[in-house]
């Protein structure tokens, strides 16, 4: 089968550093060659894969001086996606499997190829309401969510199947024997709750490392909230972390902390903790029970519970954890489940 796989442009693929979508292309995409596919992967220049891959921009987007101005960003993430548009309309698939965004599907009607889109963020109208409006412009082009509850805002959408995200389970190391820190890991935003993940350390008197980013406009937040209670000491920021840093300090940790303050659509973070042998404490919202259970996590309705829970850690079997993720969260199972929707896409397609 003849496969192109669009990108987003912000990260390499696979990321240097921080980003989980990109992570995800860069999986399937290998994935699926090693299945004997003939895969165009469509990114920039600086991304790094075992398919063909076609440069839509030099390098990933986040890196360039000029994504500091959001008009700009804007301006080069489009000049990339035409790119990519042009290469798609000289070239023949089988199906084209969009990863950018819903700005692909402004030009959807120019495509001639089956293609169908994963959505990778919320859909929630508060949080995401330009790509809430834009995929109800769209609403019969076919999608993919990443979770069942990621479809709750959005129940009209023309959904094609949910595949869960995949992770390659071999490259984290288990450990049984972590040492005795709690640990934060992804994007400082109020989202995500780091604010609360320190709370959480100091009334638990556990040392709490946080392996995050910091955007621009979470700048603010991240000053204001989170830069004062660092001491380096009991409260460590390490900033942004590549995967193999990641993985050392996942498998070390007593626990993942995510006191999330939103509907998450997936929350790759707490699969690759799992992997590492890693229970998760968070919230019980979103995604969170559909991909999570009372085996591997304590899942709680609101911080004081989750500090409740965090002397209590030692109660989940990290390799109960492990299993978890290799029986459900694989990257060969992700490919395997996309694989079947192209084909069911096709064969409609075709009729």
């Given at each position: 089968?003849?496969?192109?796989?669009?990108?987003?442009?912000?990260?390499?693929?696979?990321?240097?550093?921080?980003?989980?979508?990109?992570?995800?292309?860069?999986?399937?995409?290998?994935?699926?060659v090693?299945?004997?596919h003939?895969?165009?992967?469509?990114?920039?220049?600086?991304?790094?894969?075992?398919?063909?891959?076609?440069?839509?921009?030099?390098?990933?987007?986040?890196?360039?001086?000029?994504s500091?101005n959001?008009?700009?960003?804007?301006?080069?993430?489009?000049?990339?996606?035409?790119?990519?548009?042009?290469?798609?309309?000289?070239?023949?698939?089988?199906?084209?499997?969009?990863?950018?965004?819903?700005?692909?599907?402004?030009?959807s009607?120019?495509?001639?190829?089956?293609?169908?889109?994963?959505?990778?963020?919320?859909?929630?109208?508060k949080?995401?309401?330009?790509?809430y409006?834009?995929?109800?412009?769209?609403k019969k082009?076919?999608?993919?969510?990443?979770?069942?509850s990621?479809?709750?805002?959005?129940?009209?959408?023309?959904?094609?199947?949910?595949?869960?995200?995949?992770?390659?389970?071999?490259?984290?190391?288990?450990?049984?024997?972590?040492?005795?820190?709690?640990?934060?890991?992804?994007?400082?935003?109020?989202?995500?709750?780091?604010?609360?993940?320190?709370?959480?350390?100091?009334?638990?008197?556990?040392k709490?490392?946080?392996?995050?980013?910091?955007?621009?406009?979470?700048?603010?937040?991240?000053?204001?909230?989170?830069?004062?209670?660092?001491?380096?000491?009991?409260?460590?920021?390490?900033?942004?972390?590549?995967?193999?840093?990641?993985?050392?300090?996942?498998k070390?940790a007593?626990?993942?902390?995510?006191?999330?303050?939103?509907?998450?659509?997936?929350?790759?973070?707490?699969?690759?903790?799992?992997?590492?042998?890693?229970?998760?404490?968070?919230?019980?919202?979103?995604?969170i029970?559909?991909?999570?259970?009372?085996r591997?996590?304590?899942?709680?309705?609101?911080?004081?519970?989750?500090?409740?829970?965090?002397?209590?850690?030692n109660?989940?079997?990290?390799?109960?954890?492990?299993?978890?993720?290799?029986?459900?969260?694989?990257?060969?199972?992700?490919?395997?489940?996309?694989?079947?929707?192209?084909?069911?896409?096709?064969?409609?397609?075709?009729?």
């Amino acid at each position: 089968m003849k496969i192109a796989l669009v990108a987003p442009l912000e990260e390499s693929v696979p990321p240097h550093k921080y980003g989980g979508t990109e992570r995800v292309v860069d999986l399937l995409a290998k994935e699926l060659v090693q299945l004997g596919h003939d895969v165009t992967l469509l990114a920039s220049g600086d991304s790094k894969t075992t398919a063909k891959l076609i440069v839509c921009s030099k390098y990933s987007i986040r890196t360039s001086p000029a994504s500091k101005n959001p008009t700009l960003r804007r301006a080069l993430n489009l000049e990339g996606l035409s790119k990519a548009l042009d290469y798609l309309k000289k070239h023949d698939f089988d199906i084209i499997h969009n990863h950018f965004g819903w700005e692909f599907l402004l030009f959807s009607k120019f495509i001639k190829t089956p293609y169908v889109t994963t959505l990778h963020g919320s859909l929630n109208k508060k949080i995401e309401p330009t790509a809430y409006k834009m995929h109800g412009y769209y609403k019969k082009s076919p999608v993919i969510s990443i979770s069942h509850s990621q479809r709750k805002p959005s129940p009209c959408l023309n959904y094609v199947g949910t595949v869960y995200n995949g992770i390659d389970v071999e490259e984290f190391e288990f450990n049984d024997k972590p040492k005795d820190y709690l640990f934060f890991l992804g994007r400082i935003h109020p989202q995500k709750g780091p604010d609360k993940a320190i709370e959480i350390a100091k009334k638990t008197n556990h040392k709490l490392i946080i392996a995050a980013k910091v955007d621009p406009l979470d700048y603010q937040y991240f000053v204001k909230k989170i830069k004062p209670q660092i001491d380096h000491k009991q409260i460590v920021y390490i900033g942004e972390v590549n995967q193999k840093e990641k993985i050392n300090l996942l498998k070390n940790a007593k626990a993942l902390i995510s006191p999330i303050t939103w509907d998450e659509p997936f929350g790759i973070v707490n699969i690759e903790s799992l992997a590492c042998g890693t229970p998760v404490i968070t919230i019980s919202r979103g995604s969170i029970p559909e991909i999570l259970n009372k085996r591997v996590a304590f899942l709680c309705k609101n911080t004081e519970e989750m500090i409740k829970k965090v002397d209590k850690i030692n109660r989940i079997d990290r390799k109960e954890c492990r299993r978890h993720v290799e029986d459900h969260f694989n990257s060969r199972l992700m490919a395997q489940n996309y694989l079947n929707i192209y084909k069911k896409l096709i064969k409609e397609w075709v009729n």
